[in-house]
């Protein structure tokens, strides 16, 4: 698959410049998936927004959740093809994908899930979008308890090991994640990427 994404800072105007981290952060993220996943690194391309191109769909999910945990971003993802051959930037880059990409963060620059899903497909980038803009919802009400425990599991942890490391009952730590939506997180992420490879292809 070719995606792009265009992340955009949201309240830019009142907070402080937070492009410097996130590129830190995409990049860090990314040399940990398999065979990279990109084709294009993240890069600023102008002011406070940031593109670049993904080609495995679990590494797009990631990428779009990390962004949605923290609120400061809004993430459109653009689906289709990108006029080769294909240069060393992204800056340089263009074709249908990056202009379905401006309309989907333009777009979810106005939604309060902050996440948007454009490609040629109409329906299959619609139904990528939904359940995106779900784990996104999901991720922004948990509370800092629940992430602690999230994040935790997330490392490879057992239920008993969890509750070990954060000093708490096992039975906390599973009112914990029950609360958090984690078991909800976990069936939706593979639909997410089974929706955001259909509508690459």
Known sequence: MLAVMTIDQRGSRHDVDRVEDLLTELARRSRGSD???????F????????????????LLLDLTLRCARTG?????IGIGS?????P???RKASGSAFEHARDAVNRAKNSPEAVAVQGSDVTSSSYAEAVLSTLATVL??????GW?????????RTQTETAEVLGISKQAVSQRLH????WHEQALRPVAVHLLGEAAQ
């Open 72 to 76: 400061h971003w809004a993430v459109g």
């Open 179 to 182: 609360a958090a939506w984690w």
């Open 35 to 41: 065979g990279d996943g990109l084709a294009l690194p």
């Open 43 to 58: 890069e600023r391309t102008a002011g406070d927004e940031v593109q670049g191109v993904v080609t495995d769909p679990r």
């Open 82 to 86: 990108i006029r080769r051959p294909i």
């Open 148 to 156: 602690q425990a999230v994040d935790q599991m997330s490392q490879g």
């Open 88 to 90: 060393d930037s992204t």
């Open 140 to 145: 922004r009400r948990r509370s800092p308890a």
